[in-house]
């Protein structure tokens, strides 16, 4: 079983910077296994605004979202962490960490890739 834990959301003006974290406890240890920020607006689907590797550290990214946001995952690949630069209005949504069983070569892109979610954390850039 696999259990994710987000923390780091909030309210931050235009401009500003957020830290999401998303812990994942986990029975046994996947090395393979992929993890992923996903954003939701009320009546839309989860859109992946980034995803990790975790054995080899290859990163996705959103073009929406690229060169402002940075995902990472901590030394003992337990942690991770997107760092949310340059907010902006659009980026307003509830967040969700999702991890995947693993043993793909790279990060799916979807929701349906991934079968583990946490409870999301919401972000909120007022215009």
């Known amino acids: 079983q696999v259990r994710l834990v987000e923390s780091g959301g909030g309210s931050v003006q235009a401009g500003g910077s957020l830290r999401l974290s998303c812990v994942v406890h986990e029975y046994g240890w996947n090395t393979q296994r992929c993890v992923g920020w996903f954003r939701q607006d009320p009546g839309k689907g989860r859109e992946r605004v980034a995803s990790?590797?975790?054995?080899?550290?290859?990163?996705a990214y959103a073009v929406s979202v690229k060169g402002r946001f940075t995902i990472s995952q901590d030394n003992d690949e337990s942690t991770f962490y997107l760092q949310m630069d340059v907010l902006k209005p659009e980026d307003t949504a509830m967040y969700y960490c999702a991890a995947d069983d693993g043993g793909r070569q790279f990060c799916g892109a979807y929701a349906e890739d991934f079968n583990y979610w946490g409870q999301g954390t919401q972000v909120t850039v007022p215009s």
């Open positions: 990790i590797h975790r054995g080899g550290g290859v990163t």
